[in-house]
């Protein structure tokens, strides 16, 4: 129903910065929320940001608050994740997804990305 493409991982320094960006396609129209999550090796995924694609509401987790930006552009259907001053706890896979109700947005996604690696070296 909803597709999703990830792409602008990739392998950076601490203190860089890197933009993520997500392209949905199919029944974008009924979109409600989009979000990122990301997993560690070892870890369980976890939520990251996540943003209400109507009006444009948008939630962080406290370890990233101040240093990632979440935005979307409607028109192109594409969700971004503007990350700053990136520490190597940072590094982990970053999935893409998005759900038609958004009564809660930092669980419960019904369409996931295939994934981007963020690398950060210290």
């Known amino acids: 129903q909803v597709l999703l493409v990830e792409s602008g991982g990739g392998l950076v320094q601490a203190g860089g910065s890197l933009r993520l960006s997500c392209a949905a396609s199919?029944?974008?129209?009924?979109?409600?929320?989009m979000g990122w999550f990301r997993q560690a090796p070892g870890k369980e995924r976890e939520f990251v940001a996540a943003i209400r694609w109507t009006h444009g509401s948008t939630y962080y987790a406290d370890s990233v608050k101040g240093r990632f930006t979440i935005s979307r552009d409607n028109a192109k259907n594409t969700m971004y994740l503007q990350m700053n001053s990136l520490k190597p706890e940072d590094t982990a896979v970053y999935y893409c997804?998005?759900?038609?109700?958004?009564?809660?947005?930092?669980?419960?996604?019904?369409?996931w990305g295939q994934g981007t690696q963020v690398t950060v070296s210290s």
């Open positions: 199919g029944r974008t129209f009924s979109l409600a929320a």
């Open positions: 997804a998005a759900k038609n109700t958004a009564l809660v947005v930092t669980t419960s996604y019904n369409y």
